[in-house]
């Protein structure tokens, strides 16, 4: 059964994400510069990423609830991604000449679509195979990061046990607060080779997966201490949040409480899950994946395509045919082409489509 208040925060999420990238990290391409690049909503539409995050974290602990084996958690999670990671990857490659003014480039080659496919980071394949794989969409990191956490957490989850879950996610994050803290202050052989480790497996984002785990623990039996310990863990991961990169700063911070608070709510206010059921938002929320994937570059692109084309129209205004153009896309991948592909790919009787739609995968 399907959440549907999760569903809309996946509504939220994609939609913040969208605004972040139709007007801020490419000003050299925008008819319009860095006009609109200092509004906080847009500025900081890329904390999108960590409330998926924070869903996931919960979504996974229930599906491991749900699931049996290692093997068919494995094969559950690849037939929810790979289906339209496909459509998708195809679906980019072959619109390279039309979106030629895409901010990632144009990829030489079909190499570029290796990654997406098999849910690794670009550069391990570039390693493995002794030449440069070309990024397809940069987009594409946060679901490298996901696959690792689906890994790591199947893992504990099916060889230590259930009660080890959380706190071996609490644990690697806390491995890596630790880790990044010593090595700004001492330089050590010992905390270079640690650091490329966490750095290998993204522990830094594990935080917003254990305090998603932690909310469905609370979901589920209502005991207001994990409700706490969730809130804990989750403040922890917004005050760090891209602290590697962007040090202390407060306006990130107060935009990583919001998030974390709306989402921390939305537990306690019965008004709040009312918001985010409605219909526009559960429908973002459904489509959300496929529009993840494929709305970074074409957006970009589309929208310096109408400005030249109607250079009349407001530039605040010129993203929003652009975006409602990559929805359409997106909700016939979803609601059509990936339902045909999960079918076919579903080799085992327990996967189908019907499950798919049902369960909050």
């Known amino acids: 059964m399907r959440i549907q208040f999760l569903d809309g925060f996946r509504g939220l999420a994609i939609l913040l994400v969208m605004l972040f990238h139709a007007y801020v990290p490419r000003p050299d391409v925008y008819p319009y510069g860095d006009i609109y690049a200092e509004f906080p909503l847009f500025k900081l539409g890329w904390l999108g990423v960590q409330l998926f995050f924070l869903i996931s974290g919960f979504v996974i602990f229930m599906t491991l609830d749900k699931t049996q084996t290692f093997k068919h958690f494995l094969f559950k999670r690849w037939i929810r991604l790979f289906p339209a990671m496909l459509i998708a990857s195809v679906l980019i490659y072959s619109t390279l000449p039309i979106f030629h003014e895409r901010p990632d480039g144009i990829p030489p080659n079909m190499w570029s679509i290796l990654p997406g ?130 040090g202390f700063d407060y306006e990130v911070i107060a935009g990583s409480l919001i998030i974390s608070a709306l989402f921390a709510l939305s537990f306690k206010s019965n008004l709040l899950q009312k918001i985010l059921q409605n219909k526009g938002l559960v429908f973002i929320g459904f489509i959300s994946y496929p529009l993840y994937l494929i709305h970074e570059n074409a957006t970009t692109s589309m929208i310096v395509k109408v400005a030249d084309f109607a250079p009349w129209l407001h530039p605040f205004l010129t993203p929003y045919l652009p975006m409602v153009m990559v929805i359409l896309v997106a909700y016939i991948i979803a609601r059509y082409l990936e339902p045909i592909l999960i079918k076919l790919f579903s080799f085992k009787k327990q996967v189908t489509t019907v499950l798919i739609r049902k369960e909050l995968l």
């Open 117 to 246: 496919l098999t849910f690794t980071l670009p550069t391990w394949w570039s390693k493995l195979v002794g030449f440069e794989i070309p990024l397809l969409e940069s987009a594409f990191w946060s679901l490298y990061v996901e696959v690792k956490f689906y890994v790591i957490a199947g893992f504990v989850y099916y060889f230590l046990g259930r009660k080890y879950l959380v706190p071996a996610l609490v644990a690697l994050f806390a491995f890596w607060v630790i880790v990044f803290n010593l090595s700004t202050i001492v330089e050590s052989r010992v905390l270079e080779v640690l650091s490329i480790l966490i750095n290998a497996l993204s522990l830094k984002h594990f935080g917003w997966f254990a305090a998603g785990a932690l909310f469905y623990i609370y979901f589920q039996n209502k005991e207001s201490k994990w409700f706490g310990y969730a809130i804990a863990v989750m403040v922890l991961s917004a005050l760090t949040v891209r602290i590697e990169a962007l």
